[in-house]
């Protein structure tokens, strides 16, 4: 499944007392079968979730950035390194977290890097996956649905108005009604 190029059925705009939601039941699915020593968070999406569940799990939270983004622009096919795990990570039992998987790619390249550097174990966890999705070993939600997540939902304007997030208007727009 192409990462950009796929339909949804329509939008999921995720509030933050629904995003609370899905972490704690994902938390609790993750402490009932493993526990982290230690969480990183792929940026820009798994940094939230990644900061979410270091801190349920009371350890150590660190970022990477693996993307096929630049500042919001979809800048090549395969995710590239910005920023690396570091030594830290070494003899630890990983959680590898991100807010959506859908082909697998950014896991598929994170993954090799964290067993390079000498992690004791690595899983990965995504809030959301859809129905033909590259599953990770845990996940919040499946949906078919655009997600539109809480915390890029809206942009700042160089006016200093908000505006709804470019990214997710024609997917919004299409899910509701026109009125007549």
């Not at 993307?67 to 570091?86: A, F, I, L």
């Not at 598929?108 to 890097?113: D, Q």
Request: charged share 25%.
């Amino acid at each position: 499944m192409d990462p950009y190029k796929h339909e949804h059925t329509g939008t999921m705009e995720l509030s933050w007392a629904q995003l609370g939601d899905i972490l704690t039941a994902m938390a609790e699915t993750i402490g009932e079968e493993w526990r982290p020593d230690i969480v990183i968070g792929i940026a820009k999406g798994g940094v939230v979730p990644g900061i979410f569940l270091s801190s349920a799990f009371l350890v150590d939270f660190f970022p990477i950035k693996l993307s096929s983004r630049h500042n919001e622009q979809v800048v090549g096919e395969e995710p590239e390194w910005y920023v690396r795990p570091t030594e830290h990570v070494k003899g630890k039992k990983v959680l590898l977290v991100d807010d959506i998987c859908i082909a697998g790619r950014t896991f598929g390249r994170a993954v090799p890097e964290l067993n390079e550097i000498g992690v004791a174990e690595v899983r990965t966890a995504a809030i959301a996956v859809h129905s033909g999705s590259v599953r990770p070993d845990f996940v919040g939600i499946v949906t078919d649905e655009c997600i539109v997540w809480p915390w890029d939902h809206k942009i700042l304007l160089k006016d200093g108005r908000w505006a709804v997030n470019p990214e997710y208007m024609e997917e919004i727009k299409k899910s509701r009604p026109q009125s007549s």
